[in-house]
Each structure stands twice: as C-alpha cells, then as structure tokens.
C-alpha cells in the first residue's frame, strides 16, 4: 500500500472532520480565502466558455452533417462533463487544497503520475490553451480594429525553413502583440492579488452569460420564422457525410471526433479546484461550484445551438465564415450589427476566459514546487498572497507559445504552432480524465475510513460509464485517420515529462 510522503499529521477542516495534512495545506497560510461560492461558480463558468461555443458548431456540423446530431454531440459532451465534476466532487472534498486534479492523482498513483499531468498542463493543456484564447481575442478585436490582423507585421524578420516544420516565420504581427499585451496585463492584475482577478473574472463572466443569453432569447423568438432554418429541415435527425447517410461504425467514428471540439469547449470546469485554498470553507464550496457552474453552462451551450439551428441552415452552419457560426447567426437575428455585436461578446468571453485560467493555473505550479517538482521560486507567495514567481513563469511560456508562426506563401498566410501542439495534447487529457475518474475505485479501496463529506453521485456506475465513454473516444482517435498521428504525438508530449521528472528528483534529493 503506497502512502503519500505528506500522511501522518492531522489538521481540521473547515466542515470539521480531521484529515491527513498534505504538502499543500501545510503551506496554505498565506493565501487568501476570497473566494465564495458564487465567486467559484463564476470561475467555474467563465473558464468553460471562451471562443468555442461560438465557432465549434461548425466543425461539429460538417462531421455529422445533421441539425439533430449536432445537438446530440453537445448534450453527451454536456452528460459527460457534469458526471465528471459530479464525480470530482468526492475528491475536491477528500482533499480541499490548492492543486486540484495534480493533488488527486497524486494521492492516488504518486508523484510521478501528478507530475506528468502537471508537466502537460504547464507545457501544453493550461498554457497552450490561454495562448489560443489570447490569439482569438485579439482575432475578434481585428473586426473592430482591422489594422489588428496576423498580416500587419510589427517586426518582419522574414521566414526560415525547418525539417518538419516548413517556413517558420521570424516576425510580430499586431495580432500577436494584442495578445501578448492581454496576457501579461491579467498577469499583472493578478499578481497584485485574489480581488483583482475575482473581480475581472466575475464581471466578465455575467457579461458573457448576458450576451448568450441575449443571443439565445433572439434564436428563440425566431423559431418557426425561417423554414429554410435547420431546425425546420427535413432529415433533421440523418447523420450525413458529403450526403450521404451515415450510420453503425461510420456514425460512431464521426461522433466519436465531432466530441473532442465539443468536450473541450466544455473544458476548464475542474480549474476551481486548483484554487481550492482560496475558497471559503472549500470542502463544501469547490464541488458546489464545479456541479452548479458546468450544468448553468450545459444548458446555456445546448440553447446556443438551438438557436443556431432556428436562424441558419445547417449549410450556413457547416460553410459559416472562419467557422464563426455565433456571428453568422447575429447577422440573421439583429442584421449588420450582428458581427460587430457578436465581435465584442467574443472579445468578452475570452478575455474573462484567459483570466480564469491565468489566475488557476498557477496554484497548479506552486503545488508542484512544494512538491519539489517545479522551480522552487514558484512555490513562495508573494506579497500580496499570490503565487507571483509561478505567474511569472506561466506567462513567460504562453509568450513563447504565441510567437512562433509558420507561412504558407501559397495562400499568404499564417498558422500558430501552438495549435499543433493543442492537437496533439487531446488525447491525452482525455487519459488523465480517465485516471482522475479511477482515482475514485482506487482511493476508496486505499483509504476506506477517509472521510468523504460529499460522495460521487451515481458511484460506482456513473464513473465507470464515463471512464468507458471517455477510453471509446481515445479508440476513436486512434482509429481515425484524421486524428491518429495527433493521439500519438500527445503521448510524446507527456513522455517528454519522464527525464525532467527524473532531473528535478535528483534535485529534490540532494537539497
């Protein structure tokens, strides 16, 4: 029976039970609990909802080629993420200290397991992501501004051919530098403390929420208005390729990739347990906030994209321009205005987005440096009872993930590597939600008499419906061809974990 190096010692928690003391609640002291429920359901929601409601639909679309499918891809990506943050909720509760999912499966697998997570959400899932949202709010902030595009260069340093990789592109664009700006901003807010980034986090998410709301009120309103509308169009519920009918294994291979755009817009849920110390009385408030923040967003995500269906045909849908099937929709609802209003809102959704997952991400990294698994910088807060050094870091590594480009003088255009690796690193998110989810089987047979103030809802066979559900789309994508060198490569990317665990171990031991 392995035991975590932190077992032994005892503490109270807030709800009043006595538990194992882990590395993390040793060092909790100076952080601030500012966080209360409403404010976590706040981060919980704006850290889901960022650009890919508003485009996502699309790809989804043209995968199934069906209105009703399409909606049935959002509600299994819904079903899954509540039985997930219903399920993560035992273990926010088990162990209520900054962290979140690299404390569970530490507890659960040990060090190395945690690391390899923490290792891909710092080199790829966390960050990678932030820089992606960054990148499309400064896309969308083009449409007010043109001169803010990936063409209108701020430093042309011209272009170098790599193996592998193409023309890699040594110059700035604008839009670049928009980005970066926005992410060393909210960098700066929060290094200042809790308040500021709960405050931008809470404003911005209940003016997202508003601006969806507006939008689905309006889609709606106009059911039955257009009977050319997807949602009016006979074989609403046939699945199609290029026009075809599809059904059985075909059906299950498109469903199956159309998931991953849909699971991921529906990602970031479990970043509330990152700051778990910071939450008031977090052994009740942290699974709270992940149950009632991810079925708030489920439904709105649903209403979105039924209101796409009232005022487009699915041809709209699936052929929108850059995917950006929310202005497409605007356009039809409230006419020229629609993509200036639908810009903004965009530039609202991932503005607080990014600020969510900048203010988490971090408490991820200072875990790891207290584990001595990270720069042990990180693991000291500042002034202001923040990680700052660990903020720091994550901000530098999401401006290297901005810069790098790769032209294509065929079509004069540009493509963020980045990408690439958000691609690769599908697969294996999908694989630590699977750990995470068998931590519950794994924790309860290893400490039995732990206390567990809130228990997985619909235990054991909900979380084994989704450790099922979640390795069928792992098979799926190592299936299609499409997606099978990115499943592989995700694996690559973790593996890459394996040396600097070992380097930062030999560290720790001689310190």
Not at 294 to 302: E, F, T
Not at 338 to 367: D, H, K, P, Q
């Amino acid at each position: 029976m392995s035991r975590s190096p932190f077992a032994g010692q005892a503490r109270r928690d807030p709800a009043g039970y006595t538990a194992p003391v882990t590395a993390k609640a040793q060092h909790s002291a100076g952080f601030v609990r500012g966080l209360g429920p409403l404010n976590g359901t706040l981060l919980v929601a704006g850290n889901m909802i960022g650009s890919g409601i508003f485009i996502v639909s699309a790809d989804i679309a043209r995968q199934v080629g069906s209105g009703g499918w399409l909606l049935v891809v959002w509600l299994i990506a819904g079903l899954l993420t509540l039985i997930a943050a219903l399920s993560y909720g035992e273990l926010a509760a088990m162990y209520p200290a900054s962290g979140g999912q690299y404390v569970y499966l530490r507890e659960a697998f040990g060090p190395l397991c945690a690391f390899l997570y923490g290792w891909a959400l710092f080199l790829v899932i966390q960050s990678g992501t932030i820089a992606a949202v960054a990148v499309a709010f400064a896309k969308f902030t083009g449409v007010l501004w043109p001169l803010i595009a990936p063409t209108v260069l701020l430093v042309d340093g011209g272009s170098i051919e790599l193996p592998l990789i193409g023309a890699l592109s040594l110059s700035i664009s604008t839009q670049q530098g928009v980005a970066i700006a926005a992410t060393l901003a909210l960098t700066a807010v929060n290094m200042r403390g809790l308040r500021g980034g709960r405050l931008i986090q809470d404003v911005f998410t209940i003016a997202k929420l508003a601006a969806l709301l507006a939008l689905i009120g309006l889609g709606l309103r106009y059911v039955g208005r257009a009977p050319e509308a997807a949602l009016h169009a006979p074989g609403f519920w046939t699945a199609c390729v290029e026009n075809t009918p599809i059904g059985g294994t075909v059906l299950l291979l498109a469903v199956g990739t159309a998931l991953v755009g849909a699971l991921f817009s529906s990602d970031a849920w479990n970043n509330v347990g990152f700051a778990a110390d910071e939450m008031v009385n977090p052994v009740r408030n942290v699974p709270l906030c992940m149950a009632l923040g991810v079925a708030l967003v489920i439904v709105v995500y649903l209403l979105a994209n039924l209101a796409y269906l009232a005022a487009l045909p699915l041809a709209d849908i699936q052929q929108a321009e850059q995917d950006r099937v929310a202005i497409a929709a605007a356009r039809v609802l409230i006419g020229d205005m629609g993509e200036v209003v639908m810009s903004v809102a965009i530039m609202i959704a991932t503005f607080g987005c990014m600020n969510g997952m900048i203010l988490a991400g971090a408490r991820v990294y200072w875990s790891m440096a207290k584990d001595g698994l990270f720069f042990a910088g990180a693991g000291r807060l500042n002034a202001a009872g923040v990680p700052g050094a660990a903020l720091l870091a994550q901000a530098a590594w999401i401006v290297v993930l901005t810069l790098p480009r790769t032209y294509d003088a065929t079509t004069a255009s540009y493509s963020n590597l980045y990408g690439n690796l958000l691609d690769y690193i599908i697969f294996g998110v999908l694989l630590f939600y699977v750990l995470t989810m068998t931590s519950l089987f794994v924790l309860r047979r290893r400490q039995p008499l732990r206390p567990r103030p809130v228990r997985a809802w619909g235990y054991p066979w909900s979380t084994a419906f989704y450790i099922l559900a979640a390795l069928v789309i792992c098979a799926v994508l190592l299936l299609a061809d499409k997606t099978r060198l990115n499943a592989l490569m995700g694996l690559i990317v973790i593996a890459s974990g394996l040396p600097v665990y070992a380097a930062w171990r030999r560290v720790a031991r001689r310190a």
